[in-house]
């Protein structure tokens, strides 16, 4: 019987008596056990508060003097929670009783998590200020951070708890303007969820109008998140109420900040709120605004220092072919014109939020999201434009490997698959082949940006996009362009590898770094994140996955696509990628990989034959080892998902008799079904050569060749 088990049960069922008689007829050693014993992450301290059995957790403190300290895993508001305390545990779920008994008998009212939660954060984020006022008058620090950066005012301020805010920020006097790791404040995270209250509370008390590390302000913030009512406050700020006037003592933004922000607003509104009337109410309202301040500035009136009609008028982009050419309104004939049609009010949308956000995550997020709009209404060219522009936004700002890359690449597998699924040729090559070379050159980028992340994050002046520019010749490419074709082609096809910072002495150099010791020897690419191993291993199955989709059309393309198409294969072989346990692409091609399964509509699956074909085409080493030493024909033998694939690696030269590490080699596979030999008249010895023969004679006889045998000879006898 499992006495642990049944101690938890009783635990978590509140069952003091049992537990008590238990304890009374066990030996200290075994009730150390139990009470220690962790089950499903939890103690059966943890399980009795989150329970709230308050007298077991009293009998357990008090009598039994368990640990307060101890830890475990906690599964809270959806999420877990490692390392949690019980004072953890019993702040974030009010619980003032258990706190208070935790807390007299000494608990760290300090203690954190793995994140760097305290409990009076947890108890902030409940929003029970009894317990947030205990908490404080036991010692418990106001201002400690969680590794985001973010505080127990932020975290209230971001869950509406004006009580909560108020206590902390009029009564302990708490930093109002701390700055989490990504430069937000108390205000940025109010302004998200929209509590006029609390961000009056705030601003009473201090708060100031600063930018994050994205350069986005309170006000830009509430703009993004459509709180209407922080706009109004933010803008009207500096005005009398009773009187109209405006106090620029009291401002709390400039002028152009206010019109950027009704303009965003408006954007945010037809977009995120599909509330088309109200957002084009905003943009007219902020263009009366721009000519309203014109008219001041040229005729002399109230100028502000620095002002000029410049700062007023529009910084109107060039067309852009994924925006159908559209631009933004420049008077309001134009904007007339604009508001009769609903297609044009959505490019408006994504042209306003372009200019005043840049490169911000939402401006992808939001191209992005009008892609699929257009696809759910088969408007899949439209899509396919908008989707590939998000995606060089995307490859020109992000490190490489980055999960909202890896989304959008996913996305495209998705979109193409289904189109495929619906029509053959509802797809183009060159669609395909656009999104095939981005994922290569996401792939070329990890290589080559990665292992010097730490070199490139140190040089302010050596980003991304100065490296990629030195790589590509692309001189005249400004920091704040995104990829373009030409720049994604010379990538590819450069030779570029992961000594690239070792022999680019000059780049080095002309950005201010000695570089002693901050470069070794890089002759393969080491993930030691997880993240990042993981990601690049998405990036091979995605390349897999589009070199079969593309495989799809070479019935209907023609000889200079399939060319281009083989050409940029072959440099993804050249490249030689190595995934999850050393795969090299044909491992990963013989293989079926749960990744490929998030792949909605597998329009095309692996393996494939289409796929592992194309890669020997291109040269791809048929018989290279994974990290077990495992063949490619190991792998297609061994889980024989697809038969054809093994007689290809056959018929191309793959060796049957070379072994694994664990004494395996593809024929012991297939030789446990001899009726699949038969069925597809594979006949081994025809396919065994004279010098594999005689390999397996000396190892089967243990001959001594060591001595003998030249280096290269060795290690052929040593795989068989």
């Known amino acids: 019987m499992?006495?642990?088990?049944?101690?938890?049960?009783?635990?978590?069922?509140?069952?003091?008596?049992?537990?008590?008689?238990?304890?009374?007829?066990?030996?200290?050693?075994?009730?150390n056990r139990y009470i220690n014993a962790v089950i499903d992450g939890q103690t059966i301290l943890l399980i009795a508060i989150k329970n709230n059995h308050y007298e077991l957790v009293k009998y357990l403190v008090e009598d039994v003097k368990v640990d307060l300290e101890q830890t475990g895993t906690i599964q809270f508001d959806g999420e877990s929670i490692e390392n949690a305390s019980p004072l953890w545990l019993a702040a974030a779920t009010s619980n003032l009783p258990l706190v208070q008994l935790l807390v007299e008998n000494g608990a760290n009212v300090n203690s954190t998590t793995k994140t760097k939660s305290t409990p009076l954060r947890a108890a902030c984020y409940d929003g029970n200020l009894a317990v947030v006022k205990y908490l404080v008058s036991q010692g418990a620090d106001i201002e400690f951070s969680n590794r985001h950066g973010h505080t127990c005012t932020m975290i209230a301020s971001f869950k509406n708890h004006l009580d909560?805010?108020?206590?902390?920020?009029?009564d302990c006097k708490a930093d109002v303007n701390k700055r989490s790791i990504k430069g937000n404040t108390a205000l940025h995270d109010c302004a998200e969820t929209g509590s006029i209250e609390i961000f009056k509370v705030l601003l009473e008390n201090g708060a100031k109008m600063t930018e994050d590390s994205c350069k986005i302000t309170p006000l830009l913030t509430a703009a993004l998140n459509a709180c209407e009512a922080i706009v109004h406050l933010i803008i009207l700020y500096d005005v009398d109420e009773l009187t109209g006037r405006v106090d620029e003592s009291r401002s709390l933004c400039t002028e152009i900040e206010k019109i950027h922000a009704l303009e965003l607003l408006g954007s945010t509104l037809v977009d995120k709120k599909r509330d088309i009337s109200n957002g084009i109410y905003?943009?007219?309202?902020?263009?009366?605004?721009?000519?309203?301040?014109?008219a001041r500035v040229q005729a002399g009136i109230d100028v502000r220092e620095g002002e000029t009609v410049e700062m007023y008028k529009k910084k109107i982009a060039k067309p852009n072919a994924a925006y159908n050419y559209s631009q933004e309104f420049n008077s309001l004939d134009e904007f007339a014109q604009i508001s009769a049609n609903v297609?044009?009010?959505?490019?408006?949308?994504?042209?306003?939020?372009?200019?005043?956000?840049?490169h911000h995550s939402d401006t992808c997020y939001y191209i992005r999201f009008r892609g699929a709009v257009y696809a759910d209404s088969g408007a899949f060219d439209m899509c396919i434009k908008l989707w590939l522009y998000a995606l060089d936004k995307q490859q020109s700002t992000l490190d490489p490997l980055s999960p909202l890359t890896q989304s959008s690449l996913f996305s495209f597998a998705e979109l193409f698959s289904h189109m495929m699924s619906q029509k053959a040729d509802l797809v183009s090559f060159e669609q395909i082949f656009a999104v095939f070379k981005r994922a290569l050159f996401e792939l070329k980028s990890a290589i080559i940006f990665l292992p010097n992340k730490k070199l490139v994050k140190k040089n302010q002046q050596l980003n991304k996009m100065k490296l990629l520019q030195t790589i590509s010749g692309v001189n005249e490419l400004r920091d704040d362009d995104c990829l373009n074709d030409e720049m994604i082609r010379k990538i590819v096809e450069s030779?570029?590898?992961?000594?690239?910072?070792q022999s680019n002495d000059q780049l080095i150099k002309q950005n201010g770094d000695n570089r002693q010791s901050t470069t070794k020897d890089n002759n393969s690419l080491e993930l030691k994140d997880d993240l990042e191993s993981i990601n690049f291993h998405r990036i091979l199955i995605l390349l897999l996955i589009f070199i079969g989709l593309l495989c799809r059309l070479k019935s209907i393309i023609t000889n200079d696509q399939l060319f281009r198409f083989k050409k940029a294969v072959y440099q993804l072989v050249k490249i030689n990628p190595k995934g999850n346990n050393g795969y090299n692409l044909l491992h990963q091609a013989s293989l079926r990989d749960e990744s490929c399964q998030l792949i909605k509509f597998p329009t095309c699956e692996i393996p494939t034959n289409e796929i592992v074909e194309i890669l020997i085409e291109c040269g791809a080493d048929i018989n290279e080892f994974d990290n077990h030493n495992n063949t490619p024909l190991h792998i297609v033998c061994k889980n024989r998902p697809n038969n054809s694939a093994i007689k290809m690696l056959i018929d191309k030269g793959a060796h049957l008799d070379v072994r694994n590490d664990n004494g395996h080699s593809p024929l012991d596979y297939l030789l446990e079904n001899p009726k699949f030999l038969d069925d597809n008249h594979i006949h081994p010895i025809k396919h065994l050569s004279l010098q594999c023969l005689c390999a397996q004679a000396i190892s089967k006889y243990k001959i001594d060749y060591k001595n003998i045998l030249s280096k290269e000879v060795c290690e052929f006898v040593q795989i068989h």
Do not use: C, H, P
């Open 2 to 31: 499992d006495f642990n088990q049944t101690v938890f049960s009783l635990a978590r069922d509140g069952k003091i008596t049992f537990l008590k008689y238990m304890f009374e007829k066990s030996l200290k050693a075994d009730i």
């Open 164 to 170: 909560v805010v108020k206590f902390l920020v009029e």
């Open 495 to 501: 030779n570029i590898d992961v000594d690239f910072f």
């Open 282 to 294: 905003y943009w007219k309202f902020a263009f009366r605004r721009r000519l309203k301040n014109i």
């Open 343 to 358: 297609d044009d009010i959505r490019m408006q949308s994504l042209l306003v939020r372009e200019r005043i956000l840049g």
